[in-house]
């Protein structure tokens, strides 16, 4: 069966689930706590895009802070494991600290630190930590997955030749990992925007999908609450697709394609 068409069966089996868990669900009074998808389609044209994309904007743009500072130090930390051994287990500690460190503990503690945007518009500091902290544990656990996966044959000609495990970072183990690194910051994508919006959970931020959604279920504003899953669903899909298309185009060995393909 071809890609698309079992993406298709599985977006038709999901809005099927969702249709006739509305109809199940009971409601209380006016409130559906959950709406069928042509209310939510409803509530999505009503609000109009001059609503969502302020907020979303602002989201993806801590997102993309995030993404890139928390995976850059992430493929730091792996690469320094290879030259320096002897960081193993502290930087493979430090990434399980980072994937279970409890944010409701450490969120007052971020804003308190950090703060949060400084002008209405602008990214807030809380929310690009939380996107950095949520990539760090796929990326390096990826990373170093990939950097050891590297033929041994190569690596003793490096070494006969002379080359330092600097060398051998470089001339092999990269070329070697790059399939193992591209998926992990593939996976990261959807983390670096949940990161994000729970960064803005904490206040201290105007506009943001955070705001907006804490807003929405205040007020029990189901279909807006829904609309908003399904946005934040399509962005990550579309962040997530992205990587996966450039990670094809640099690594296409990876995808079982060849070169210049």
């Known amino acids: 069966m071809p890609g698309w068409a079992s993406s298709l069966i599985g977006a038709v089996a999901i809005i099927a689930v969702w249709w006739l868990a509305s109809i199940i669900v009971p409601t209380t009074g006016t409130y559906a706590p959950v709406p069928s998808p042509p209310a939510v389609l409803e509530t999505l044209v009503t609000d109009g895009i001059g609503f969502y994309w302020p907020n979303f904007s602002v989201t993806i743009a801590e997102a993309g802070i995030g993404y890139f500072w928390g995976n850059l130090i992430a493929l730091i930390l792996a690469a320094l494991v290879l030259i320096f051994p002897f960081l193993d287990g502290v930087i493979n500690q430090f990434a399980v600290i980072t994937y279970c460190v409890p944010?409701?503990?450490?969120?007052?503690?971020?804003?308190?630190?950090?703060?949060?945007?400084?002008?209405?518009?602008?990214?807030?500091?809380?929310?690009?930590?939380?996107?950095?902290?949520?990539?760090?544990?796929?990326?390096?656990?990826?990373?170093?997955?990939?950097?050891?996966?590297?033929?041994?044959?190569?690596?003793?000609?490096?070494?006969?030749?002379?080359?330092?495990?600097?060398?051998?970072?470089?001339?092999v183990r990269l070329i070697a990992?790059?399939?193992?690194?591209?998926?992990?910051?593939?996976?990261?994508?959807?983390?670096?925007?949940?990161?994000?919006?729970?960064?803005?959970?904490?206040?201290?931020?105007?506009?943001?999908v955070g705001p907006i959604l804490v807003a929405a279920q205040v007020s029990l504003n189901s279909p807006r609450?829904?609309?908003?899953?399904?946005?934040?669903?399509?962005?990550?899909?579309?962040?997530f697709a992205i990587v996966g298309l450039i990670g094809r185009v640099i690594a296409p060995w990876s995808a079982g394609t060849k070169a210049g393909v």
Do not use: H
């Open 103 to 171: 944010i409701v503990a450490i969120g007052p503690l971020a804003i308190v630190i950090l703060g949060g945007a400084k002008t209405a518009g602008d990214p807030s500091a809380t929310a690009v930590f939380f996107a950095a902290l949520s990539v760090m544990f796929t990326t390096i656990v990826g990373a170093l997955l990939g950097l050891k996966a590297a033929d041994k044959a190569a690596l003793d000609v490096v070494a006969v030749y002379g080359g330092s495990r600097l060398t051998q970072l470089r001339k």
């Open 177 to 208: 990992a790059l399939p193992s690194i591209l998926n992990a910051l593939q996976i990261a994508v959807p983390a670096a925007f949940l990161g994000a919006i729970l960064g803005e959970y904490f206040g201290k931020i105007e506009r943001g």
């Open 225 to 239: 609450v829904w609309g908003l899953f399904l946005l934040c669903a399509i962005v990550a899909i579309i962040g």
